[in-house]
């Protein structure tokens, strides 16, 4: 028999798949579920790799509205399928989402962009074929997003396996929109943040330690769009792996406003 529907839905980053999200949903006391997005884990196959039309491949689960997070790329994949799907959610938490990464007319591109080109090389190079253990050595010296450390040092052998398994069950051909901003086309975020009807919350990283929001843009949003901004200062753009409380809390809200 199946469980109770889920009270909220988790949607991933880029290059990553739904078991970024085990260790935070641990700490709900709620049922909540995890999804690979397209092209990442079990998801679809759906090359070429739009965000409008991945938010269209999520089917979210019969039963009441739940609350949607969504990390980077999952964030914005959240906010198109909001946008998309009006009652469908109750309400939105967004962390640290690259809203305005797609704009053509941005000036200038950021570090993230060159290591899109970089692993997008290495994935059609030197790690062709590469499995789950090859990945799993790979990595283990990769930056883990926090300061210095490295992911071993900093996560352990268990994280090293994931980001192991969710490199080889990655479709490279994602990076390809990522690379030449296809992957935005129709996405407008000023438009479907300034349309939803529901709460929304922004969990904005630090611009100094990597976030992908620019300060700018998050005093943009804070100062033209009726939502809650949550600046966390100190961490970049993954900061539910070590800072979960800041990121639950929106959520714990979310889940007991009637």
């Given at each position: 028999m199946a469980g109770p529907p889920p009270e909220v839905v988790f949607l991933h980053a880029v290059t990553r798949d739904r078991s970024d999200f085990d260790e935070l949903r641990a700490k709900l006391d709620v049922p909540t579920l995890a999804l690979d997005l397209p092209g990442h884990g079990d998801g679809p196959r759906t090359a070429p790799y739009v965000i409008t039309e991945m938010a269209r491949t999520i089917r979210l689960p019969d039963g009441p509205p739940p609350v949607l997070y969504g990390h980077s790329l999952g964030g914005c994949v959240a906010l198109a399928l909001a946008a998309q799907r009006p009652g469908a959610i109750r309400g939105l938490v967004l962390e640290d989402p690259p809203l305005f990464a797609f704009d053509p007319n941005r000036e200038g591109k950021r570090a993230f962009y060159r290591g899109f080109v970089k692993l997008k090389e290495q994935m059609e190079g030197p790690f062709a074929g590469?499995?789950?253990?090859?990945?799993?050595?790979?990595?283990?010296?990769?930056?883990?997003?926090?300061?210095?450390?490295?992911?071993?040092?900093?996560?352990?052998?268990?994280?090293?396996?994931?980001?192991?398994?969710?490199?080889?069950?990655?479709?490279?051909?994602?990076?390809?929109?990522?690379?030449?901003?296809?992957?935005?086309?129709?996405?407008?975020?000023?438009?479907?943040?300034?349309?939803?009807?529901?709460?929304?919350?922004?969990?904005?990283?630090?611009?100094?330690?990597?976030?992908?929001?620019?300060?700018?843009?998050?005093?943009?949003?804070?100062?033209?769009?009726?939502?809650?901004?949550?600046?966390?200062?100190?961490?970049?753009?993954?900061?539910?792996?070590?800072?979960?409380?800041?990121?639950?809390?929106?959520?714990?809200?979310?889940?007991?406003?009637?």
């Open positions: 590469y499995d789950e253990a090859a990945w799993a050595a790979e990595v283990a010296g990769w930056g883990s997003g926090h300061g210095k450390a490295r992911l071993l040092e900093m996560f352990g052998p268990e994280a090293v396996r994931r980001r192991g398994h969710q490199l080889a069950t990655f479709d490279s051909r994602v990076l390809d929109g990522l690379i030449d901003l296809s992957i935005g086309a129709g996405f407008d975020p000023m438009a479907f943040l300034s349309a939803l009807d529901v709460p929304v919350t922004l969990i904005a990283g630090d611009p100094e330690h990597s976030s992908v929001l620019a300060a700018e843009e998050v005093r943009r949003i804070d100062t033209e769009l009726d939502i809650e901004v949550v600046q966390i200062r100190g961490e970049g753009h993954f900061v539910h792996e070590v800072l979960p409380e800041p990121c639950l809390a929106p959520v714990r809200a979310l889940i007991t406003t009637p």
